[in-house]
């Protein structure tokens, strides 16, 4: 059996992540939405809606929120969940700022 370790990944300098927004990284097959709310928060999630696969990175922010670009469900960027009335959620990501870099647990 083959042991899945956590490793941290260099997602390039904070100046590349716009405020109030989001940008996709690509880790192998793995694809994710950063989001950058203020200058020194920064969140990681699937690139991946939990309704039927819509690509949160296209989405609008909204405070702590996107809105699927898709049917417009609100998912949380902080814990992925889905503002009910909807359900759902989506694998969220540890994000944390290095000597100017975003590095991502994955
Ligand atoms: S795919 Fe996201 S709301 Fe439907």
């Not at 469900?73 to 100017?100: F, H, L, M, R």
């Amino acid at each position: 059996m083959q042991e899945l370790i956590n490793k941290q990944v260099d997602a390039g300098h904070v100046s590349s992540f716009p405020v109030k927004m989001s940008k996709e990284v690509v880790v192998g097959s793995l694809k994710l939405a950063v989001f950058r709310l203020e200058e020194d928060e920064f969140y990681t999630i699937k690139n991946e809606c939990p309704h039927k696969k819509g690509p949160l990175v296209e989405g609008i922010v909204s405070g702590e929120h996107v809105f699927c670009p898709l049917h417009n469900w609100k998912i949380s960027v902080k814990d992925g969940q889905a503002a009910a009335p909807d359900e759902g959620c989506v694998e969220t990501y540890e994000t944390e700022i290095k000597n100017d870099h975003v590095f991502i647990t994955v």
